[in-house]
Nanobody
Framework: QVQLVESGGGLVQAGGSLRLSCAAS????????MGWFRQTPGKEREFVAA???????YYADSVKGRFTVSRDNAKNTVYLQMNSLKPDDTANYYC????????????????WGQGTQVTVSS
């Protein structure tokens, strides 16, 4: 059973940066694709970025050029560097893991963290 713990969320002004981390345990991390999703109250969970087991990366159009996903297999950790943040980026951010799928479809991820809140003030 893979366990995921996110950290790094917080309050930041528009235009600022944050780096989210997601630490994984309980599984062969290097063989999992890792995704980042976000959700605000009353809305569906939204794909943000993903990185495959081979390092391929995927981004939602809304974050391309501003967010960067990366992974450190030695540390069993995936990161989401978020730059040029906007108030619309305010959400609870979740990381997820999949042993067989890499991409933006949330239903294809098997394991989820509890989330970390990101709030961007204008």
């Amino acid at each position: 059973q893979v366990q995921l713990v996110e950290s790094g969320g917080g309050l930041v002004q528009a235009g600022g940066s944050l780096r989210l981390s997601c630490a994984a345990s309980g599984g062969p991390f290097s063989t999992y694709a890792m995704g980042w999703f976000r959700q605000t109250p009353g809305k569906e969970r939204e794909f943000v970025a993903a990185i495959g087991w081979g390092g391929n990366t995927y981004y939602a159009d809304s974050v391309k050029g501003r967010f960067t996903v990366s992974r450190d297999n030695a540390k069993n950790t995936v990161y989401l560097q978020m730059n040029s943040l906007k108030p619309d980026d305010t959400a609870n951010y979740y990381c997820a893991a999949s042993s067989w799928y890499q991409g933006g479809q949330s239903l294809n991820y098997d394991y989820w963290g509890q989330g970390t809140q990101v709030t961007v003030s204008s």
